[in-house]
């Protein structure tokens, strides 16, 4: 069993940055793809990015590539999704899942996932 917990999110300007963190406990986290979802209010959840955990390869969401990163520091067990140049619409809460076997970008196959982390964007 993995536990997920969210945090960094919080209220920022048009153009700003946050910094979301991804902290797993339970099994170890090594072996596992993470991958970030967020879903506005009346909205569907959707693809962020993942990471395999064992090649470090990633992956975005073409609505934010080039505004974010996503990287992980295995020996502290987190996950970390950047993000700059944020617009109002990003608001949305923000889900890191995991998964032994899928880092894609549908939500379903991911085995574990977090409560979340609301993300707000004024303009």
């Known amino acids: 069993q993995v536990q997920l917990v969210e945090s960094g999110g919080g209220l920022v300007q048009a153009g700003g940055s946050l910094r979301l963190s991804c902290a797993a406990s339970g099994r170890t986290f090594s072996s596992y793809a993470v991958g970030w979802f967020r879903q506005a209010p009346g909205k569907e959840r959707e693809f962020v990015a993942a990471i395999t955990l064992g090649s470090g390869s990633t992956s975005y969401a073409d609505s934010m590539k080039g505004r974010i990163t996503i990287s992980r520091d295995n020996a502290k067990n987190t996950v970390y999704l950047h993000m700059n140049s944020l617009k109002p619409e990003d608001t949305a809460k923000y889900y890191c899942?995991?998964?032994?076997?899928?880092?894609?970008?549908?939500?379903?196959?991911?085995?574990?996932w977090g409560q979340g982390t609301q993300v707000t964007v004024s303009s």
């Open positions: 899942a995991g998964s032994k076997y899928y880092s894609g970008s549908s939500s379903h196959p991911y085995d574990y």
